[in-house]
């Protein structure tokens, strides 16, 4: 095989899966996602139940990962379980968690722990959760705890999973907990998120120095779906400025964009307070101006007609596969932060639960990553979001984002065509053309062609 038919990643690169506690553990009945359920708000009428039996039996799929050549696994913590009562701590939890971080050691898997994915412990929420910004020390004060108790196992934290989405999720579209639609409040909540991750850096930096922390965003693009027309321009800037920029400003200076700027005082201490920049990405949505909307900055989205798509979930698309936008997002979040800290892609997948596009879309995804560490953006990790079906939020088991396919009834795992790719390019550390020969073909020439076949559309 000739050298240029090789896309090699850089020497110690992280490859895994991400996941998160309330998805796969089971048995989590003390957090505000239970209640959620119990409500009746699971569109899919789903329950998340014993879930991957993680807390049984995280092991068994541990290993699973290290058979599919993984170096590193993304998890997180239950804060239900570890201080299930207010200022109570539960040792026996963190007991499991060090045994899990422990397991993954064991298989040179690099532990990556997530301190919140969007659940918070029942008393926390009839508190207020973070919507009081004063609840911000219950947080910090657990985050403490954790760390003190775990440091010696774990050095990777990622203290919040996606801001952005909790809280626009939860407070304007109202299809998370607590299912508010009030736009001040959202800001509120993402600006109390952006504090508390800035506290709990610190709060981690002073436990243990070495230690690399940082939090991850969703990043969507919205495009406009007519270029030329300054409204449906300044509709999707308005958006994604919103959704996906302001949130990475104010982490980086301390101050968030217009329209969040005009009603929230600027961060403290926040300059500096990340060693990492964590890039959860998974779709764009075109934006057309739309006078009657005047709660969506008069932006109507949709998914590109014609694009090959995700599954759709119940409430919501997952949208088009764009892996295009990988790279966008990437020089994007590089240049905004003028290049100051090494790049995770902390999340990318796919819902497609009979697998006929998601080999050729991480291909496609993955070599369009190594494009953008070519061109210098120093992207260090990727995990894919999952190793085995978990449970989707409000769509419960309705849609499917493993490389595993789980069987939730049953507990039966069955590898999908993705697992075994994946596992292949793991273990090259590269895309090679065997793989895309035997996974993709369709994409050979596109994925060992020119940039700019790259970077037009990858029918996937
Ligand atoms: C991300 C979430 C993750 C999962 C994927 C599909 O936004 O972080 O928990 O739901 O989407």
């Known amino acids: 095989m000739s050298q240029q038919h090789v896309l090699r990643f850089p020497p110690g690169f992280l490859w895994g899966t991400a996941s998160a506690a309330y998805q796969c553990e089971g048995g989590n009945t003390n957090n505000q996602w239970y209640r959620w359920e119990q409500e009746g708000h699971i569109l899919s009428g789903d329950t998340c139940g014993q879930a991957a039996d993680w807390w049984e039996h995280a092991e068994h799929d541990f290993l699973l990962a290290e058979q599919m050549e993984n170096n590193a696994l993304r998890l997180s913590l239950e804060w239900s379980r570890i201080e299930p009562v207010e200022g109570q701590w539960d040792s026996t939890a963190l007991e499991r968690y060090r045994a899990m971080l422990l397991d993954l050691r064991r298989l040179h898997l690099t532990p990556v722990v997530t301190l919140h994915h969007f659940t918070d412990p029942l008393w926390f929420t009839e508190r207020g959760g973070f919507a009081h910004g004063e609840n911000v020390r219950f947080f910090i004060r657990y985050v403490q705890h954790v760390v003190a108790a775990l440091q010696d196992v774990n050095s990777f934290w990622i203290t919040f999973n996606e801001p952005n989405v909790y809280a626009f999720q939860g407070y304007l579209m109202g299809v998370f907990p607590p299912g508010e639609k009030d736009l001040v409040r959202t800001f509120q909540v993402l600006r109390n998120l952006m504090q508390a991750h800035v506290e709990a850096f610190y709060a981690i930096r002073t436990i243990r120095p070495q230690a690399q922390i940082g939090y991850c965003l969703h990043y969507r693009l919205f495009d406009p779906a007519n270029s030329l027309s300054l409204l449906d321009r300044s509709a999707a800037s308005i958006q994604e400025n919103m959704f996906t920029w302001s949130a990475l400003q104010a982490g980086e200076t301390g101050r968030f964009t217009f329209p969040a700027g005009r009603v929230l005082s600027p961060l403290v201490h926040a300059a500096g307070a990340r060693d990492y920049h964590g890039v959860n990405y998974y779709t764009r949505e075109i934006v057309s101006f739309d006078p009657r909307r005047p709660a969506e900055a008069f932006g109507r989205r949709f998914v590109r007609p014609g694009s090959v798509r995700n599954d759709d979930g119940l409430s919501d698309s997952f949208g088009e596969i764009y892996p295009w936008g990988l790279y966008r997002i990437l020089k994007s979040v590089y240049q905004r ?92 550390n590269a895309i090679t053309e065997a793989i895309v020969e035997r996974y993709a073909p369709e994409l050979n020439n596109i994925i060992f062609g020119t940039t700019d076949a790259l970077s037009r559309q990858i029918p996937v």
């Open 337 to 428: 932060t003028r290049g100051n800290k090494p790049l995770y892609i902390t999340e990318n997948g796919f819902s497609d639960r009979l697998d006929d596009r998601r080999p050729a879309a991480l291909l496609a995804h993955l070599a369009v990553l190594q494009r953008a560490i070519q061109d210098g953006i120093p992207v260090r990790g990727y995990f894919h979001w999952t190793l085995v079906d978990n449970f989707e939020w409000n769509d419960g088991w309705y849609v499917r984002f493993g490389l595993i396919e789980l069987d939730p009834v049953t507990q039966k795992r069955t590898p999908r065509r993705s697992a075994s790719m994946f596992g292949e390019i793991c273990q090259a």
